[in-house]
C-alpha cells in the first residue's frame, strides 16, 4: 500500500450510532490532519496532529473524537452525529514544516 | 488572515481548448499557494504550488500557473484540454510552504466537452 489510506470509503449511520473512521499513511510523516468536504462549501479543516500531539482543534464540536496512536494511523471518533456531519472526510498528511499535504480519497458518510 | 476566491464555480471547455481558472488570493504576508485537483470518488492531489522562488510554475499534467503579486492572482492553465482533465480544482492559500492551516477557495469544477 501507497500513499494514504482511509477506511471505509462509505459510511451510513444514524443519529445514535458510534463508528469510526480510519486513516493510514505509508510516507513517513509526521503530521495528519483531518477535513470536512461538504457540498459548495470550502474544504474545512478540523484537527491537525504533529507527532501524534494535537495541534488544531478548528472548534470542531465534541461529537467528532480524533485519535492519533502514532504518527501512521489517525482516527476520526463519531459519536451522536447530526444530518449536517453529512459530508466526505479527508484525511492527509505531510512531512512538516516544510511538504505540502498529501490527501486519501475520503470516507463519504451519511447520517440518517 | 488569508482568503482565495475562484472565479467561477464551473467552467466548461471544449478537447483541445486553453483551460483557463481563475483564483485570486488575499493575504497580509508573502503567500504561499497551492492548486489542488480533485476526480470524482477521490481525494485531493497537488498539481502545482508556489513558493516565491519563480512566478511561472509549472506542475503535472502540463498544468501551469502564474503567480502575479499586483494582481493577487494565481490563475491555473493548460494550453489544450484533454477529457481526462475534467475534475474539481481547488486552490489554497497558506503563509508558509509547510502550512498546516491550508484556506481553500470553494473550487471550480471543470467540464470537458468532446
Known amino acids: 500500500e501507497t500513499g494514504v489510506t482511509q477506511t471505509p470509503r462509505h459510511l451510513v449511520m444514524g443519529m445514535t450510532n458510534k463508528k469510526s473512521l480510519k486513516c493510514e499513511q505509508h510516507?513517513?510523516?509526521?503530521?495528519m490532519y483531518w477535513y470536512k468536504q461538504s457540498a459548495k462549501k470550502p474544504l474545512e479543516l478540523m484537527f491537525v496532529y504533529n507527532f501524534k500531539e494535537q495541534t488544531e482543534n478548528n472548534s470542531v464540536p465534541s461529537r467528532f473524537s480524533p485519535e492519533c496512536p502514532n504518527s501512521s494511523h489517525l482516527f476520526l471518533h463519531l459519536h451522536t452525529l447530526q444530518p449536517e456531519d453529512s459530508a466526505l472526510y479527508l484525511c492527509?498528511?505531510?512531512?512538516?514544516?516544510?511538504?505540502?499535504?498529501?490527501f486519501g480519497d475520503g470516507t463519504r458518510l451519511s447520517i440518517l | 488572515a488569508q482568503s482565495v476566491t475562484q472565479l467561477g464555480s464551473h467552467v466548461s471547455v471544449s478537447e483541445g481548448a486553453l483551460v483557463l481558472l481563475r483564483c485570486n488570493y488575499s493575504s497580509s504576508v508573502p503567500p504561499y499557494l497551492f492548486w489542488y485537483v480533485q476526480y470524482p470518488n477521490q481525494g485531493l492531489q497537488l498539481l502545482l504550488k508556489y513558493t516565491s522562488a519563480a512566478t511561472l510554475v509549472k506542475g503535472i499534467n502540463g498544468f501551469e500557473a502564474e503567480f502575479k503579486k499586483s494582481e493577487t492572482s494565481f490563475h491555473l492553465t493548460k494550453p489544450s484540454a484533454h477529457m481526462s482533465d475534467a475534475a474539481e480544482y481547488f486552490c489554497a492559500v497558506s503563509d508558509r510552504e509547510g502550512a498546516q492551516k491550508l484556506v481553500f477557495g470553494q473550487g471550480t469544477r471543470l467540464t470537458i466537452n468532446p
Open positions: 492527509a498528511s505531510s512531512q512538516w514544516p516544510n511538504q505540502p499535504q498529501h
Open positions: 510516507l513517513g510523516h509526521n503530521a
